[in-house]
C-alpha cells in the first residue's frame, strides 16, 4: 500500500459516517483503519472536550 499520507477535514458526523460505512465491511479489511481514523480523532477532540469542561465548570 502506498505510504503517502494525505489530511482529510470531516465533521464530526462526517467521520461518524465514514466509520458507520467501514463497520458494514468485513473486520479483517478494515480494522486498521478504523483504528487510525479514532486514533487521529481522539487527539483532535481531546483539547476541545478539555476546554468545553472548563466552561461548565
Same mark, same amino acid.
Do not use: F, K
Given at each position: 500500500?502506498?505510504? +503517502?499520507?494525505?489530511? =482529510?477535514?470531516? *465533521?464530526?458526523? /462526517? ?13 479483517? +479489511?478494515?480494522?486498521? =483503519?478504523?483504528? *487510525?481514523?479514532? /486514533? ?18
Amino acid at each position: 500500500m502506498d505510504q +503517502q499520507q494525505i489530511s =482529510l477535514s470531516l *465533521t464530526v458526523a /462526517e467521520a461518524n459516517a465514514v466509520l458507520d460505512a467501514l463497520g458494514r465491511l468485513p473486520y479483517v +479489511q478494515v480494522y486498521e =483503519l478504523i483504528g *487510525t481514523i479514532q /486514533e487521529q480523532a481522539q487527539t483532535q477532540l481531546r483539547p476541545n472536550l478539555a476546554e468545553a469542561r472548563e466552561e461548565t465548570a
